[in-house]
């Protein structure tokens, strides 16, 4: 007898080697493409095996699960390329939380926000910036099944210039700021391959550098390149030597374009691209991660506290808002590869499908936007082979919601049903 989707839910499976059958109502298997009609999915050992037109008859395989979804519309499991998942706090609170707590704290808030994240229906996530290796183990006790999150695709502790974005001094008194993570600093080309080899000696999956200042730095030397190319060169050419793909916060076409020229594999954010830049997406293929829903973050924490930012922070938070989906409305008609990602600890863990309603609204149809989350995303983390799409042989994960996200993306807000390899969540 089939289980109903309410008894499904909460009944986690105890073992992965049981055949599941998902009945669905609608079935997008391979987004970019038109959706399928009544669907089953059949999943074994964590894989989907085949996917068949119709519902099939489960007594084929007896004491299989049975899922009903027939009134759901059924996706893969999205992913989101840029997350931040030790914190969802910012500005003058992020910095008091940071003095106050320790690693073990922050360990407990990841683990919070992993699962905030998965019953969002994020089965994947790329993790950019964490200095003292909670998301690290955090990873590997996700993928060891000793605690629900994720799929973590992790960066270790993002890679600045002494004063850049990821000086973790700044705004700092003298006797605290010599006690910062300094090891994900760099000056100069043999020093910036040194810090590349620190976080590849760390077990990251990918590099993340920082061209650029940032929005959030404790400084007012604005959102220019921060960064001489030989440096950049150096960081992305060493990550690349290690088969590590990189990720590059950039604002300004200044450093945007010098991330691109020396072989970025994504911008993040790219507040201001130019002519110059787009031109360089398109030849070298990279993809630009927009991050729009910062700005949901910046906007609930000023209106909870108008001073919750100092002020050399809050001038380029008010500029953010104003120009934020600007140079994704370039971006996308021109044809720039665009990949899903959020930038959550900015903005709230577990609301990350909020990302979906901005890139619509700066002009990406729905259906682009969900392929952003799930074929492009999967291609840019380098896990094609294993999800972006619903096909045999890979991972079983899989959403459900109730409506058509083709026609309505703010649907996927309100997840109903998550599979993460073929485990109910």
Excluded at 57 to 79: C, E, M, N, T, W
Excluded at 110 to 124: D, E, P, S
Aim: charged content about 25%; some cysteine.
């Amino acid at each position: 007898m089939a289980l109903s989707f309410a008894a499904t839910v909460g009944t986690a499976q105890a073992d992965t080697n049981a055949v599941v059958v998902v009945h669905s109502g609608r079935l997008l298997d391979r987004p970019g493409q038109a959706p399928r009609g009544p669907s089953t999915v059949l999943v074994r050992n964590g894989k989907i095996e085949s996917i068949r037109d119709g519902f099939l008859d489960a007594a084929s395989y007896p004491g299989a699960q049975v899922i009903d979804l027939r009134d759901k519309f059924v996706l893969p499991g999205l992913i989101d390329s840029h997350v931040h998942l030790d914190s969802d706090r910012a500005g003058q609170e992020g910095l008091i939380e940071g003095l106050t707590n320790g690693p073990a704290y922050f360990a407990y808030e990841a683990a919070v926000n992993a699962r905030k994240t998965l019953a969002a229906g994020f089965t994947t996530v790329r993790n950019l910036g964490n200095g003292d290796g909670v998301t690290l183990a955090l990873r590997d006790a996700i993928a060891a099944g000793k605690v629900p999150g994720p799929r973590i695709v992790d960066a270790g502790n993002g890679i600045s210039t002494t004063s850049g974005h990821g000086d973790s001094s700044l705004g700092l008194s003298p006797d605290l700021a010599e006690h910062a993570h300094q090891e994900n600093l760099c000056d100069g080309v043999e020093s910036c391959r040194r810090a590349v080899r620190l976080q590849i000696r760390r077990g990251v999956d990918v590099i993340k550098i920082m061209t650029t200042g940032g929005v959030n730095s404790r400084i007012g030397a604005g959102l220019g390149r921060q960064m001489f190319d030989d440096e950049a060169k150096a960081l992305i050419e060493t990550a690349h030597l290690y088969g590590k793909k990189v990720a590059v916060h950039a604002h300004g076409a200044d450093g945007i374009n010098t991330a691109l020229r020396n072989g970025a594999d994504s911008i993040e954010h790219g507040t201001l691209l130019d002519e110059e830049g787009i031109k360089l997406f398109l030849k070298t293929g990279a993809y630009y991660v927009p991050t729009l829903s910062t700005v949901n973050g910046y906007l609930e924490r000023i209106a909870k506290d108008p001073n919750a930012y100092p002020p050399e922070v809050r001038a380029k938070i008010d500029w953010r808002i104003s120009i934020t989906g600007q140079a994704l409305e370039k971006a996308f008609p021109r044809g720039v590869k665009i990949a899903f990602g959020t930038d959550a600890g900015v903005s709230k863990h577990g609301r990350n499908a909020d990302e979906f309603e901005l890139m619509v609204k700066h002009g990406m149809p729905a259906s682009e936007a969900i392929k952003a989350a799930t074929v492009n995303a999967a291609d840019l983390l380098g896990l094609s082979k294993e999800t972006g799409t619903l096909e045999p042989g890979k991972r079983a994960d899989l959403i459900a919601v109730t409506g058509d996200p083709l026609k309505d993306v703010t649907v996927l807000k309100k997840v109903d049903f998550v599979m993460k390899e073929g485990r109910v969540q």
